[in-house]
């Protein structure tokens, strides 16, 4: 069975930090460009990070550059999202998702663009964070 299965998400302290997880099954993560975006209540979908197949490269976007980091772990199969710094202005659900495209470079236009081209093959059920003291 393919999935992705998210999981880590919780309500934190504004300055706090969080770590997600987002474990692939029936498929290699490292063979796969990865997005994680978020959705707040009553906005878009927004694009947060990616990293390409095999780590080669990595972007975030301005408002979460410097707090936020993405990674993965190939032993277990599964994207690290972390989360620090957190503010009231991150609360909202978070998704991980997966294209099979080794040609993916990562950049905040691939990961929007092929989000609204429907490019991402697998998806994360979502996790709420909620940040709020």
């Known amino acids: 069975q393919v999935e992705l299965v998210e999981s880590g998400g919780g309500l934190v302290q504004p300055g706090g930090s969080l770590r997600l997880s987002c474990a692939a099954s029936g498929f290699i993560l490292d063979d796969y460009a990865m997005g994680w975006f978020r959705q707040a209540p009553g906005k878009e979908r927004e694009g947060v990070s990616c990293?390409?197949?095999?780590?080669?490269?990595?972007y975030y976007t301005d408002s979460v550059k410097g707090r936020f980091t993405i990674s993965r772990d190939n032993v277990k199969n599964t994207l690290y999202p972390q989360m620090n710094r957190l503010k009231p202005e991150d609360t909202a659900v978070y998704y991980c998702?997966?294209?099979?495209?080794?040609?993916?470079?990562?950049?905040?236009?691939?990961?929007?663009?092929?989000?609204?081209?429907?490019?991402?093959?697998?998806w994360g059920q979502g996790t709420q964070v909620t940040v709020s003291s």
């Open positions: 998702a997966a294209e099979d495209d080794p040609d993916f470079s990562c950049s905040g236009r691939a990961l929007v663009s092929d989000y609204v081209a429907n490019e991402y093959d697998y």
């Open positions: 990293i390409s197949s095999r780590g080669g490269s990595t």
